[in-house]
């Protein structure tokens, strides 16, 4: 079996849109497929003094760029979070930009169900069930994220 080495998470730029995630083969060829959105709480962004949901700083929508290697974690059932949490730590683009900002705790995860990919305080939301698919299909392997903007 081939290995996953890459998410390529392809957000529009405007992040009231579905985007996808792809996990991508060390042979170049995706594996896995599913809708994901990048958008941050308008609420929440507000609240936090960030009203135009910037990706550089605290509670705004997902930075595009390059992230560190990492691997799935499994948390306790969180309705919020989902089953797994995958992390991302920026390293290029405006994922540096933010870690330097002092954005911490951005990652992939699900939570909220099946229905309607709702908002986030800046992470990648994926349904429960591809979460699963995703988290099952990736393993303990390491693999990088590139998120970009389309």
Partial sequence: MTKVHKLLVL???????????????????????APCRGKADNGRAVKENNPERKPVLPYGDTPSGRYKMTSPIPLQSNPRLGRW???????TGDAAAAANYGRTGLG???????????ATYGCVRLRDSD???????LGKTKFTIEVMDI
């Fill in 11 to 33: 957000l529009p730029k405007d992040r009231t849109l579905t985007g996808m995630l792809h996990s991508i083969q060390e042979d170049g060829q995706i594996a896995f497929s």
């Fill in 85 to 91: 949490f995958i992390p991302m730590k920026g390293m």
């Fill in 108 to 118: 992939i995860h699900a939570g909220r169900g099946d229905d309607e990919l709702i």
């Fill in 131 to 137: 979460m699963d698919k995703l988290a099952a299909l």
